[in-house]
């Protein structure tokens, strides 16, 4: 079946400790997104990455980096900079030519003890 | 600063009639709309997309798009229990693929 995975579906971390998310898809799209959602809140977008080795920070990058080695990959790693980190992590992408309707994971949700 | 705006909600609905929900956003040369579902605790889920002004039906769905006065509303007929969940309004943040705008959402509910 075609589609995005995230793992892990639940983590949790200590105070001072980087952690990586993973995001991966096989629908061959060209371009990955992360989003940050806190409670009762919108979508904010993080990092996004249209092609391999290239990516461009959104919104609220701050804390956060990622890579893009791989078409089918593109993880996140929260880093013990960001401030406020527990949040429902949400990976995206999309075609990227003559469409950018972006199709979601089932995301992560990260909780900082 | 490009920003969507909704009404939160909570929007009580009964069941079988037409519910109404409404975004409006502020970057003009906004170009690509979306209407995404999302149940607690879940991910989004896309519903719809428009582009053009008017009106654009997908079964019990339809997007409504006014650029001129930069509003986006879904209307949901006959609505249904299961339609119980946050609507959530995008905008694309540019040209390309350089990532969505979102709103806050609006909780509906549909009372039996």
């Known amino acids: 079946d075609g589609g995005i995975t995230q793992s892990p579906k639940y983590l949790f971390r200590k105070e001072g400790q980087n952690v990586t998310l993973s995001c991966e898809q096989n629908?061959?799209?060209?371009?990955m997104y992360w989003y940050r959602q806190d409670p009762g809140q919108g979508l904010r977008l993080i990092y996004y990455?249209?092609?391999?080795?290239?990516?461009q920070k959104g919104d609220i990058a701050e804390g956060y980096s990622v890579s893009r080695e791989k078409k089918e990959s593109f993880p996140l790693t929260v880093t013990s900079a960001q401030k406020n980190p527990t949040a429902f992590y949400l990976c995206?992408?999309?075609?990227?030519?003559?469409?950018?309707?972006?199709?979601f994971g089932p995301g992560t949700r990260l909780t900082v003890l | 600063q490009k920003e969507v705006e909704q009404n939160s909600g909570p929007l009580s609905v009964p069941e079988g009639a037409i519910a109404s929900l409404n975004c409006t956003y502020s970057d003009r040369v906004s170009q690509s709309f979306f209407w995404y579902r999302q149940y607690s605790g879940k991910s989004p889920e896309l519903i719809m997309s428009?582009?053009?002004?008017g009106d654009k039906e997908d079964g019990r769905f339809t997007a409504q798009l006014n650029k001129a006065s930069q509003y986006v509303s879904l209307l949901i007929r006959d609505s249904q229990p299961s339609d119980s969940a946050t609507y959530l309004c995008a905008v694309n943040r540019g040209g390309g693929a350089d990532g969505l705008t979102f709103g806050k959402g609006t909780h509906l509910i549909i009372q039996p």
């Open positions: 629908l061959n799209h060209d371009a």
């Open positions: 428009i582009y053009s002004n």
């Open positions: 990455s249209q092609i391999v080795n290239d990516f």
């Open positions: 995206a992408s999309s075609i990227f030519e003559g469409s950018d309707t972006q199709y």
